[in-house]
């Protein structure tokens, strides 16, 4: 069973360890190595990376006390942040930390959400709703990354 709560930041390590694995493991389908290293590079976690949790409304998905996935939204709707171990993928996970911060941006009274979803996110945004703005290349430690600009009008 995964529980949903809240971040703390004691689970700032243990989410950093989440993003690795996500990006080198389990995009590696939709990205090449160079990418997968230029996006989450071989290092220690960058002392800024616990403010992008702290600055914006964030949940861990935990089962048996350790984190296996994470997503982000900003209180402006941007989902900025979501990731899952890949030993969990395709568990619904995604999908439950996704309806979190779907329903925050509802009670927020918030018109739309908007996020920069990766190749391998895409699929999961799509499937609740959201539409392609625009596919677009991001430049991470000078190598370029595909994702998509997409968004969510909330009725």
Known sequence: M???RPYKPTDATACFRVFRAAV????????????RDAWAPDTEMPDNWPQS?????SWVATRWG???GFMTMGYD???DLAFVSP???GRGIGLALYRKLEAAARNRNLTFMTTEASLTAKPLFERQGWQVEARQSVIR???ILPNYRMYLILN
């Not at 080198?24 to 990418?35: L, V």
């Not at 949790?53 to 409304?57: C, D, I, K, T, W």
Request: no cysteine; net charge negative; proline share 0%.
């Open 66 to 68: 350790r984190v296996n």
């Open 2 to 4: 995964v529980h949903l």
């Open 77 to 79: 709707g941007h989902v």
């Open 141 to 143: 430690n000078g190598v």
């Open 53 to 57: 949790f702290e600055n914006q409304l």
């Open 87 to 89: 030993d969990y993928m």
């Open 24 to 35: 080198q493991i389990g995009a590696a389908q939709h990205y090449t190595q160079e990418q």
